[in-house]
């Protein structure tokens, strides 16, 4: 904090009583007295303990905390829960239903460990969603505030005048501000809108524009070249310098469209979207981070995985790599099941065929001609998923199975789930195997410590870089990466997808390739 050091934004909040507010670690004003400040985890910790965010540095205008992938506990689970608007949708008692609690133990366990509890973590996030929307469009404050999550117009303003220590005008007036030069937009993206519906949920769509920070070194073309070499027909389109889909959120459908902005020193990624609810703005916002891996911390990746000889150089060469996310775990299984052993060409044909034949037609509003289709739904795949696929009967029968349980609520995908509890869930249906579960748990939950030995290219990148390639050697290897073997596995598969050349490339363009690392 008295370095004012940029890194560990989003990581703590400095919390000055003196001046009755909080701040950033980076926050420009002057140094307080030790003895003034406290630390928190989150917002909510510091709105609990009666403090104000800074105007001066927007403490919630950053990336936010790698801790909530990194960790597998019940605090962390919750945290991505609440991200994701599940508080909104399902209430207190639907958030302690997914993790396995009790609402009452869930409230103790949060407030010991992150020093507020659900409700108060929940408003903090709404509070956040509503201040960019405030400060960044010009949608009714009414409007606003249910976008944001709140039941009523007086919740919202009560917690505005809480958080922030002004009414949603005042905070509106104060708005006509330009975004921090630090790559930082707003916590829940800068937002410009124009809505052409009346009242919430929106019946017509709205378009934003959302600049999300990340933190350097940021690795995104490697990212949009892993999708943009997966993408289905009809659902999705990739360029060297974009990624555009269409996708379900919890009230409807939107469109998204994403493109790498900012600088080497300050990243940060525009996306520009369509929904058909204002309502799905913070759980679109929470899947576009996952997705792009934007909250990871990757100067401490970075410097554990190079004290490894062996992936040093790819290190140097490939700063800031990513480990892709997923905007829906069960396309993401899917994806996996029908890409596994077939080339990323022949993977792509089977999931545009499916989705031509299987898929729903997406709003006018949202079809712009590239984009006309989402993806298949499971109850679609199980109904109709013999008359479209092909291949050995086994792996179709594994796919319907799969879409049935799915369809029926059998099989759960949540990002709260742990990494234990989505593994065993997924190897306990037929033809599903330890490849294909920790591949998901890795882009699902985001887990950063998982080595895919068993993956054929995989081990090819780590021929290729001199390292051990037999599975057994190669996790012997693996064991000195922990807790970073998701992120060593990307730089080993980014080495199988080159030329061999005793020197590696920058690899703005390289694609994952091979047996098992073809799925979606």
């Known amino acids: 904090m008295s370095s004012r050091d940029a890194r560990f934004d989003g990581q703590f909040i400095t919390g000055v009583h003196s001046t009755g507010i ?21 917002p909510g910790a510091a709105h609990e303990a009666g403090l104000r965010a800074c105007k001066r540095c927007l403490p919630d205008a950053v990336p936010g905390s790698p801790e909530w992938n990194i960790r597998d506990d019940l605090a962390a689970r919750a945290m991505r829960l609440i991200a994701d608007g599940t508080v909104e949708r399902e209430g207190i008692p639907g958030l ?8 009452r133990h869930l409230t103790r366990a949060l407030t010991t460990e992150l020093g507020a509890g659900p409700l108060a973590l929940a408003r903090a996030h709404r509070a956040q969603t509503a201040r960019a929307l405030l400060l960044s469009t010009a949608l009714p404050i009414t409007e606003v505030a249910y976008a944001a999550g709140f039941g009523s117009v007086r919740q919202f303003n009560d917690t505005i005048a809480a958080v922030y220590g002004c009414t949603p005008s005042q905070l509106r007036t104060i708005g006509a501000w330009t975004p921090p030069s630090a790559g930082t937009g707003a916590g829940a993206g800068h937002i410009s809108a124009a809505s052409s519906g009346d009242g919430v949920p929106v019946a017509r769509s709205t378009a934003l524009t959302l600049h999300l920070p990340t933190r350097a070194p940021f690795d995104g073309h490697g990212l949009l070249a892993f999708l943009g070499a997966r993408t289905v027909t009809g659902v999705e389109v990739g360029t060297a310098d974009s990624y555009s889909r269409t996708l379900r959120l919890p009230h409807g459908q939107a469109f998204l469209e994403l493109r790498l902005a900012g600088t080497v020193a300050s990243p940060h990624v525009v996306c520009a979207a369509r929904l058909t609810n204002l309502a799905d703005l913070a759980p679109l916002v929470s899947r576009v981070r996952r997705l792009l891996d934007l909250d990871a911390d990757a100067e401490a990746i970075d410097l554990a995985l190079s004290a490894d000889p062996g992936l040093a150089v790819a290190v140097r060469a490939v700063p800031g790599i990513r480990v892709p996310g997923s905007l829906d775990p069960q396309e993401t299984l899917f994806r996996a099941l029908i890409g596994q052993q077939i080339s990323v060409a022949a993977a792509r044909t089977t999931l545009g065929r499916l989705a031509t034949d299987l898929g729903e037609r997406v709003p006018s509003n949202l079809d712009n001609g590239d984009h006309r289709l989402l993806f298949p739904s499971a109850a679609s795949i199980a109904a109709n998923g013999r008359d479209v696929l092909r291949g050995p009967a086994a792996r179709i029968d594994a796919i319907i199975g799969v879409a049935e349980a799915l ?18 869930r997924l190897t306990a249906l037929p033809g599903i195997g330890a490849w294909t579960a920790g591949y998901v748990a890795m882009r699902v939950l985001g887990s950063p410590d998982i080595l895919l030995t068993a993956d054929l290219a995989l081990r090819a990148g780590a021929r290729r870089m001199l390292l051990p390639a037999e599975p057994r050697a190669l996790a012997a290897r693996g064991a000195f990466w922990a807790p970073w073997r998701s992120y060593a596995g990307m730089h080993l598969w980014r080495a199988a997808a080159r030329p061999a050349q005793p020197q590696l490339g920058t690899g703005a363009s390289a694609q994952l390739g091979g047996k098992h690392s073809t799925a979606g």
Do not use: I, M
């Open 22 to 42: 909080y701040c950033r670690p980076s926050c420009p004003a002057a140094t307080p007295k030790p003895s003034n400040v406290s630390f928190y985890l989150t």
């Open 407 to 424: 369809s029926t609520g059998e099989l759960v995908l949540d990002v709260g789930d742990t990494r234990q509890q989505l593994e065993s």
């Open 96 to 103: 302690a239903s997914r993790l396995g609690y009790t609402p």
